[in-house]
């Protein structure tokens, strides 16, 4: 499976962005998509997922209300990110769990959002 992200930018706070996932090859050995993102000096942490099978959404505290996952039948999927903050700067990755392993296998090269007070 492979994983091209794109959309991230240069953008002011409280502007929005939309980040896109594009998946590739088995997807079919797929069964959820998600996001993280590191800040630099900080870990990887996880932002929102979402299920194939069942269309649930999760997202980590902080991103509740301003971000929204979504994907569509390809196992494409996207980040609607509102309301930027200078703390949402970080690289982005997108990933996708493997349905055998049920953890998160297939990882992106990651997209720079900078957010600008």
């Known amino acids: 499976v492979q994983l091209q992200a794109s959309g991230g930018g240069l953008v002011q706070a409280g502007d929005s962005l939309r980040l896109s996932c594009a998946a590739s090859?088995?997807?079919?050995?797929?069964?959820?998509m998600g996001w993280f993102r590191q800040a630099p000096g900080k870990e990887r942490e996880f932002v929102a997922s979402t299920s194939w099978n069942t269309g649930r959404t999760y997202y980590a505290d902080s991103m509740k209300g301003r971000f929204t996952v979504s994907r569509d039948d390809a196992r494409n999927t996207d980040l609607l990110m509102n309301d930027l903050k200078p703390d949402d700067t970080a690289v982005y990755y997108c990933a996708a769990k493997s349905a055998v392993t049920r953890n998160f296998t297939y990882w992106g090269q990651g997209t720079l959002v900078t957010v600008s007070s």
């Open positions: 090859g088995r997807t079919s050995a797929v069964n959820d």
